[in-house]
């Protein structure tokens, strides 16, 4: 396997490829061990052999983008875990991305743990402040195709009972400022949720305290936000991934 690796870090070193014997000698592989291993990763698609030279094939490409991925992942998880730290509260970050909401990562502990998805929360966006903010940040036309697939219903007994009062709702939040769920979506729950400009995607960070801490929720939000431009750049990312 290493030897594999080895071939193929000195394959992605040439943009336009290079021979076998090159590739061993770079590798430090004898030839006959080069041309074994060359046949092999060209067979499972990690290289193409073109006009007598070898260039990265389609495995190995996912493989990169796969790498990256979750090297992206790691510094948004990390991220979140040092907010959650320093303030006290479970952390989200989700982004609307064709078409549907998505929790990119969340950061909490034992001793506050994040709220449990009892229903799923890609269908109740319009129940929980994550969702809520994703949408508000939404166009009419985008905002109504997604409230078509998944309509307004109640999911406890303080959620928003019907379209028309969701989407007053939505018009009467204040640009940049945190989006508040009082047990909406999870009895015992409140959250918030702040939304985020990142690119043409809408994005939010959000967290959540049992109901019995409601006095801490905005001051914990408001802190978030005085912060949240140091994240940015690290936020982004998810976007491509």
């Known amino acids: 396997m290493q030897r594999a690796m080895r071939l193929l870090e000195a394959a992605s ?13 770079e590798s430090g592989l004898a030839l006959p061990t080069a041309y074994h291993l060359l046949r092999t990763l ?6 193409r052999r073109e006009k007598g030279v070898f260039v990265l094939g389609e495995a190995s490409e996912q493989l990169s983008s796969s790498g990256a991925r ?7 998880g990390k991220a979140l875990e040092h907010w959650r730290d320093a303030i006290g ?21 034992p001793a506050n ?12 966006g319009h129940a929980h402040a994550i969702g809520q903010c994703l ?8 905002r109504q195709d997604h409230l078509d697939r998944y309509p307004v219903q109640s999911i406890t007994r303080y959620s928003v009972r019907d379209h028309r009062t969701f989407l007053r709702r939505l018009d009467g939040m204040r640009r940049m400022q945190p989006i508040v769920e009082r047990q909406e979506y999870a009895l015992g729950t409140v959250c918030a949720a702040i939304p985020i400009t990142a690119g043409n995607t809408a994005a939010t960070m959000a967290i959540s305290l049992p109901s019995n801490q409601a006095d ?5 939000a408001r802190q978030l936000q005085s912060e949240i431009g140091k994240l940015l750049g690290t936020l982004a990312f998810s976007i491509s991934i």
């Open 135 to 142: 949408l508000g940040q939404l166009g009419d036309e985008e």
């Open 89 to 109: 509260v479970p952390v989200y970050f989700a982004v609307y991305r064709e078409g549907e909401i998505e929790v990119v990562g969340v950061a909490d502990t």
């Open 42 to 47: 060209t067979h499972e698609g990690y290289l």
């Open 70 to 76: 979750h090297h992206r992942l790691g510094m948004i």
């Open 13 to 25: 070193s040439h943009q336009y490829g290079a021979p076998a014997k090159q590739l061993a000698r």
């Open 216 to 220: 801490r929720l905005l001051p914990a």
């Open 113 to 124: 743990p994040a709220v449990e998805e009892w229903a799923d929360f890609r269908e109740t």
